[in-house]
C-alpha cells in the first residue's frame, strides 16, 4: 500500500491549471446518506450550462477532493462547457475508495458508493442538473471507483471514463483487506462472459441502458498492471453485448492506441507510459468522449 501511495503522489503537480474565473470550490455538508464519511466539494463555473451535466471525479489513492480539483483540468473544462464537477474524498486514513467489501460492490449496500451517489442526486436537484448526462472519471483508486460506480448505477451514469484502474469487482476481498494483491499485478483474469455477470450482479435484474466506457491504461504501470486494461475491456464490451474484437484501431499521437469497439466503449494503451499516466489533455478526451464538450 505505501508504494502505490508513494506513487501515486507524484502526480501532484502533473497537470497543474490555474483557474481564472471566479468561481470557487465549495464544501457540501448533509448532502444525503453517507455511511462512510465521505466529503463532498463541488465546483459550479461562472456561467453555467441549463440543465448542466454533472461530473463525478473520484481521487486517487493519497489525494482528496480538493486536489483532484487543483492538480486536474476538469475545473476548467467546467469553466469552458458549463458543466458541474463534484470532487469527493476519502476521510480514512489510507484515502483510498472502497472497491474491495461486499457492500461496495452491490447497489446501495452501503460505504463509499453509497455516499458518492448521494452527492450526484444532491447535485441534480441543486443545480437543476440533466439526468441524461451524468458522468464519472477517476485516477487509480478513482478508476477503480469509476468502474464500480457504473456497475452499481447504470441508470444514473451515462459514460465513464477510467484512467489506470481495475475491471469491477476485481479489487474484492472478504478478509476487510482494501489491497488485493492479485488484482494489482494483472493476475485476476476471467473471460468476458465472467466479468459481465460481476458487474450485472451489482444490479440484479436491471435491463435498461449500461454506460457507454472510456479506459486508459499505460503498459509500464507496477502499481496496478497493463493486464488490467485487457480485462476491463473483456468486462464492458461483454456488458454491452459486443465482441472483443474492436471495430476500429488508430493512433491519436505517438505510443498511442486507441480501440474503439462499437460506439461503447474505448481504450487508450500507452505505450511505455507508468501509473501515472494522466498528462495535459487527456481530460478533455475524456470530455469529448461524454459529449460534454457539446450543448
Given at each position: 500500500m505505501f508504494r502505490m501511495a508513494l506513487a501515486l503522489a507524484v502526480l501532484l503537480g502533473l497537470v497543474v491549471t490555474p483557474q481564472a474565473s471566479a468561481a470557487a470550490l465549495v464544501e457540501v455538508t448533509n448532502f444525503g446518506p453517507n455511511p462512510s464519511n465521505l466529503r463532498m466539494h463541488v465546483y459550479r463555473p461562472d456561467r453555467v450550462a441549463a440543465r448542466p451535466g454533472i461530473l463525478l471525479a473520484p481521487h486517487y489513492c493519497t489525494g482528496s477532493g480538493p486536489e483532484m480539483h487543483r492538480n486536474t483540468e476538469f475545473a476548467t473544462l467546467a469553466d469552458q462547457?458549463?458543466?458541474?464537477?463534484?470532487?469527493?474524498?476519502?476521510?480514512?486514513?489510507?484515502?483510498?475508495?472502497?472497491?474491495?467489501?461486499?457492500?461496495?460492490?452491490?447497489?446501495?449496500?452501503?460505504?463509499d458508493p453509497v455516499g458518492l451517489i448521494s452527492m450526484v442526486r444532491w447535485s441534480l436537484r441543486q443545480y437543476r442538473g440533466n439526468p441524461a448526462r451524468v458522468y464519472v472519471?477517476?485516477?487509480?483508486?478513482?478508476?477503480?471507483?469509476?468502474?464500480?460506480?457504473?456497475?452499481?448505477?447504470?441508470?444514473?451514469?451515462?459514460?465513464?471514463?477510467?484512467?489506470?484502474?481495475?475491471?469491477?469487482?476485481?479489487?474484492?476481498?472478504?478478509?476487510?483487506?482494501?489491497?488485493?494483491t492479485e488484482c494489482a499485478n494483472?493476475?485476476?483474469?476471467?473471460?468476458?462472459?465472467?466479468?459481465?455477470?460481476?458487474?450485472?450482479?451489482?444490479?440484479?435484474?436491471?435491463?435498461?441502458?449500461?454506460?457507454?466506457?472510456?479506459?486508459?491504461?499505460?503498459?509500464?504501470?507496477?502499481?496496478?498492471?497493463?493486464?488490467?486494461?485487457?480485462?476491463?475491456?473483456?468486462?464492458?464490451?461483454?456488458?454491452h453485448r459486443l465482441s472483443t474484437t474492436p471495430t476500429s484501431t488508430d493512433q491519436p499521437q505517438p505510443n498511442w492506441t486507441r480501440r474503439r469497439y462499437s460506439d461503447?466503449?474505448?481504450?487508450?494503451?500507452?505505450?511505455?507510459?507508468?501509473?501515472?499516466?494522466?498528462?495535459?489533455?487527456?481530460a478533455l478526451r475524456a470530455i469529448q468522449f461524454f459529449g460534454l464538450d457539446r450543448g
Open positions: 462547457y458549463g458543466f458541474v464537477v463534484i470532487y469527493p474524498s476519502v476521510t480514512r486514513a489510507e484515502k483510498c475508495f472502497d472497491v474491495s467489501s461486499p457492500q461496495a460492490l452491490r447497489r446501495d449496500a452501503g460505504s472519471t477517476g485516477i487509480s483508486s478513482g478508476a477503480m471507483m469509476t468502474n464500480v460506480m457504473v456497475a452499481n448505477y447504470p441508470d444514473v451514469f451515462n459514460a465513464g471514463a477510467a484512467f489506470a484502474g481495475v475491471p469491477d469487482g476485481c479489487f474484492a476481498t472478504n478478509n476487510g483487506s482494501s489491497w488485493n494483472g493476475l485476476v483474469l476471467k473471460t468476458p462472459q465472467q466479468w459481465g455477470d460481476i458487474a450485472r450482479s451489482a444490479f440484479p435484474g436491471y435491463t435498461g441502458k449500461r454506460p457507454r466506457m472510456q479506459l486508459w491504461h499505460g503498459t509500464a504501470d507496477d502499481v496496478l498492471r497493463y493486464p488490467n486494461l485487457g480485462e476491463e475491456i473483456d468486462q464492458w464490451t461483454n456488458v461503447k466503449v474505448e481504450s487508450y494503451s500507452l505505450q511505455d507510459v507508468g501509473h501515472n499516466l494522466m498528462a495535459s489533455g487527456m
